[in-house]
C-alpha cells in the first residue's frame, strides 16, 4: 500500500488570509492529482500534474509537484468562505490504481 | 453535462446480508473504479475495471466482493455476506481513458450495515 500523509489535517482561518496544504509520501506516482469533496459528495478533480517540478495555477490556487513525484503542495491565496470543504490529493501509480491522501479539512470564517 | 449516477443513495441491509450497488458510467468512458470511505477516513481504493475484466485490486476488495458489467450499462459491486465494518460510502468512479484522464465520481451510496 503507498501512503499519503497529509497535513494539516485541520485547518480553520479567516477570509482573505493564505494557506498552504502538504501531500507527502515516500512513494513515486507518474501523476498526482487534487481533489475537493463536499459533505455527502464524491470528490470532484481539481488539477492534475505529472512532471517533477510542475507548478499549475487554477485562479487563486497553485498546486506544485516536487521534483521527485513523491509529494505535492496545494496553496491558495486570499481564501474565500467558497474554499472551505475537504481538499484530497490522490496519487497514481503506472498501474492505474489510485491512492488517496489522508485528507485536509478547510474551513474559512468570514 | 454527463455525470455518474449511483443508485441506491442509501442502502440499509442486515448483517450477513448480500447488496449490490449499481453505478451508470458516463457513457463513452472505459475505465470503472469502486472507492470506499468510512465515515470520517480516507478515501480507499477498491478496484479497477476495463475490459469487462478486473485490472487492479486493493487488499480490501476480497472474496466477498465482485463486480461485473452485466449488460453493458451499469456497473455493479456486490458484496457478500456483509459486516458491520462494511458499513461506509461507496463512491463509483469512471475515467475515459488511461491518459491523463480526469476520474468522475458518481454520489455515493451510503451502505449502513445494522
Known amino acids: 500500500t503507498q501512503l499519503l500523509e497529509q497535513s494539516p489535517q485541520f485547518l480553520s482561518i479567516q477570509e482573505g488570509e493564505n494557506l498552504t496544504v502538504y501531500c507527502n509520501s515516500s512513494s513515486v506516482f507518474s501523476s498526482l492529482q487534487w481533489y475537493r469533496q463536499e459533505p455527502g459528495e464524491g470528490p470532484v478533480l481539481l488539477v492534475t500534474v505529472v512532471t517533477g517540478g510542475e507548478v499549475k495555477k487554477l485562479k487563486r490556487l497553485t498546486f506544485q509537484f516536487g521534483d521527485a513525484r513523491k509529494d505535492s503542495s496545494l496553496h491558495i491565496t486570499a481564501a474565500q468562505t467558497g474554499d472551505t470543504g475537504l481538499y484530497l490529493c490522490a496519487g497514481v501509480n503506472t498501474g492505474n490504481q489510485f491512492y488517496f491522501g489522508t485528507g485536509t479539512s478547510l474551513t474559512v470564517i468570514p | 453535462e454527463p455525470e455518474v449516477t449511483q443508485t441506491p443513495s442509501h442502502q440499509v441491509t442486515q448483517m450477513g446480508q448480500e447488496v449490490i450497488l449499481r453505478c451508470v458510467p458516463i457513457?463513452?468512458?472505459?475505465?470503472f473504479y469502486w472507492y470506499r470511505q468510512i465515515l470520517g477516513q480516507k478515501v480507499e481504493f477498491l478496484v479497477s475495471?476495463?475490459?469487462?475484466?478486473?485490472?487492479?485490486k486493493s487488499e480490501i476488495f476480497d472474496d466477498q466482493f465482485s463486480v461485473e458489467r452485466p449488460d453493458g450499462s451499469n456497473f455493479t459491486l456486490k458484496i457478500r455476506s456483509t459486516k458491520l465494518e462494511d458499513s461506509a460510502m461507496y463512491f463509483c468512479?469512471?475515467?475515459?481513458?488511461?491518459?491523463?484522464?480526469?476520474?468522475?465520481f458518481g454520489p455515493g451510496t451510503r451502505l449502513t450495515v445494522l
Open positions: 457513457s463513452n468512458h472505459l475505465y
Open positions: 475495471f476495463y475490459n469487462n475484466e478486473i485490472s487492479e
Open positions: 468512479a469512471t475515467r475515459r481513458d488511461l491518459t491523463i484522464g480526469e476520474q468522475f
